[in-house]
């Protein structure tokens, strides 16, 4: 297929925020589960770029809390981490002046007794480096840990502190069903307000992932036909060709539905399918969000299909299925792929069926949202064109790659030329993010953590969304639970997924687009 370059200037601009942006109050951030890899690969390299950014504030500080005893060589592993995994050189003298404010407390998260001494921790800490109250508490344990956690920063006052303002980040997962996270919700609006609260989905620290409001709500010629009038249906892939990683015993528990298809893909899907929210604004977004997902019925079971990988072959190398990987039940019946149909019962969507597919070990790693417009009326061309080198005339294609190589992509026809028949090939009109903008390490963590330090909830999750999707997909787990799955693994690693997930889409008569990514 042929490309056709966008005329664009070309200019290297850094994707951590910049340019008009607030410089959140002095504070401490309690990083709670910090000798795990989020807080060394994502957390600390971001906060080093916020700092490159001059975004963060002078007094500031970084306490690392976690079970294992360790002392300064934890500010020294997070110096490796933010060379290894950031934009900083070894030897840049402002990675050492950074690595200063990072202190590590060693803390059993169950031990109520052991957090007056955090809070004396906090206080000197806020002292010596006139800091002040503000706290922002980074739940990156275990979700076994958080509620635990929350309550016994509550016993110590360390949530409604005197002065200054607390708030608390909680990574995913955020319950494991509906009723968990009902729970979750409880106990944690027991000690903090909802204001205070930010459920974190690291998808929407994805600068792709912003862009589609921008998209949408920022050019004036998509949102007239951005609506069952127009388009036919919807597809979002979410392909990994990574394995479980040697998180075994998380994913047995967890599986691709809780994994990626409950919170990072209802992110997406709500941001392609809201209405225009009054302003951006976090309490206009989350209710826009919130009216789309409200808006699903219920999904029926036949409308969705699991997949577990089996061995295979990915980028070239033989690598081992689900059930033989470490720490993984060699009759495990845990999905590492899930597909389903879905639709929006609104004016704007109804009758347009959202086609929502993640798996692991997949043929390539792509995220990526497909919309596919409705073929004109009346077509005066051959549809079928039997004599010219394209094939059938495809209907126009909007897609959206969220990544690898972020960008978005619109398909039309056009004739061929020098043909004397009216040949008309399929040709894309392509935005590459990179070309444009630059490469960035960014890693999406930046955007997120400014926020939360800025008290601004835009783009975290409200309680009541949460509590939706997982209304929505409790009842598939559950029937899922119910019935072991008769044939696992039912696809190879390093394919598209199971057969009977291209059967779920031939049923309507659509098939997946499986030649994502960015064509050359
Ligand atoms: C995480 C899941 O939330 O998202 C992982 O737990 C998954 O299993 C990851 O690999 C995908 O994130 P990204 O940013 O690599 O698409």
Redesign the pocket.
Known sequence: MATISMQVRPEDLSQVPKGGERIPEPGILVIFGASGDLTKRKLLPALFHLRQANLLPKEFAIVGVARRPLGDEFAADMREGIVEFGDAEEKDPKLDEFVKHISYFPLNFDDGNSYAGLKAELDRIGKEKNIGGNRLFYLATAPEFFAGIIENLGAQGMAQPEKGIAAVVIE??FGHDLESARELNHQVNAVFHESQVFRI???LG?ETVQNLLVFRFANGIFEPVWNRNFIDHVQIT?A?T?G??G?GP??EK?G?LR??VQ??MMELLSLVALEPPASFEAESVRREKLKVWQAIPSIPILNTVRGQYGPGIVGGQHVAGYRDEERVNPESGTETFAALRLEIENWRWAGVPFYLRAG?RMKK?A?EISIQFKQPPLLIFNRMQTDGPCGEIQPNLLTIR??PDEGIALRFGTKVPTTPQMNVCPVNMDFDYESVFGKSRAN?YERLLLDAMLGDQTLFSHRDGVETTWALYTPILQAWAAKKPEVFPNYFAGSWGPECADHLLEQTGHKWRNDLGRKA
Do not use: C, M, S, W
């Open positions: 995913k997962p989905d690291h998808y994805k979410v990994e990574l479980v990683e998180r998380f994913y967890a691709a994994d990626v919170n990072h692991k790693r995220t969220i990544q999406g």
